[in-house]
């Protein structure tokens, strides 16, 4: 989907020193309580992340080694020899995590965060598609991802659209092809018109631009949406052909190391017999 990307950021999170036992996890859930909320800093919803603590103390030697290394480039080997063993005692040293404490009353450190993140991050232009959980004459309410809401008013649908009211709630039916029609549980291609980052990222989208509708319809009717979906379907297929062979790989290399191993043969002994 257009509207999904995947980032990397460097953040800062802060963490309460009750939870010094086990960073990793304060930082794991400081990021889930972002879930399915729109963060103006990362400009989308955050789906789904997964976070590395930043080694400072490692990040701090390098800038240093390549300083050094720079500035006297032109030393003799003695003294280089000298530095290189200086470097080995240091690296022997364990590694630490530098933190920054913060003054107020309660002092909160900082720890440096490298993280993928997952972002819904829907822009005007962009088409996407939803399952229709709702219709009316003068509305279709759908949902994306099972999660964030679409309104598309009568304004925004195409006038080739005709409205038919029925016992189980109506559809709309295209005036030019009949099987081109547009009910409760259709899932829909639209535009994206205008997002509300206030409510969560509530769209407001548009049935009028070329290569919207009923997506059933248009995976037999339009080129272009017809050639998409194939390719997808074929980056999908080589993806899990590539997963096959690596378990199969995995699976040949499992069976091989164990017919290596020694198996003992059990001997009866004359007085058992």
């Known amino acids: 989907m257009e509207a999904l990307r995947e980032v990397e950021a460097e953040l800062t999170v802060y963490v309460h020193p009750s939870n010094a036992a086990d ?34 103390d490692n990040k701090e030697n390098a800038t240093k080694e390549k300083d050094k290394k720079e500035a006297k480039l032109e030393e003799d080997k003695k003294e280089a020899k000298i530095e290189e063993e200086t470097e080995a005692k240091s690296n022997k040293k364990p590694k630490i995590l530098k933190a920054k404490i913060l003054n107020g009353l309660v002092p909160f450190f900082g720890v440096r965060v490298c993280a993928n993140l997952l972002l819904f991050s829907p822009q005007p232009g962009m088409l996407l598609e939803g399952k229709v959980e709702m219709l009316g004459k003068e509305s279709i309410h759908a949902v994306v991802l099972g999660v964030f809401s679409v309104a598309i008013m009568s304004d925004d649908i195409h006038e080739k659209f005709r409205f038919k009211r029925k016992s189980h709630g109506g559809r709309f039916v295209s005036r030019s092809d009949r099987e081109h029609f547009i009910k409760r549980g ?20 548009s049935l009028i631009p070329p290569h919207t509708g009923s997506m059933r319809w248009l995976s037999v009717h339009d080129a272009e949406y017809a050639s998409e979906i194939s390719r997808k379907s074929m980056d999908t297929s080589i993806k899990s052909e590539q997963n096959e062979q690596e378990h199969r790989i995995l699976k040949n290399e499992d069976s091989m190391v164990k017919s290596e191993r020694p198996h003992k043969s059990r001997k009866r002994s004359a007085e058992n017999r």
């Open 186 to 205: 259709t899932m829909i291609r639209f535009s994206v018109k205008s997002v509300d980052t206030e409510m969560n990222c509530h769209i407001t989208g």
């Open 23 to 56: 960073v990793p996890r304060a930082v794991s859930r400081q990021l889930s309580g972002l879930l399915f909320s729109y963060e103006e800093r990362f400009d989308g919803v955050l789906l789904a992340h997964e976070a590395q603590l930043v080694d400072e």
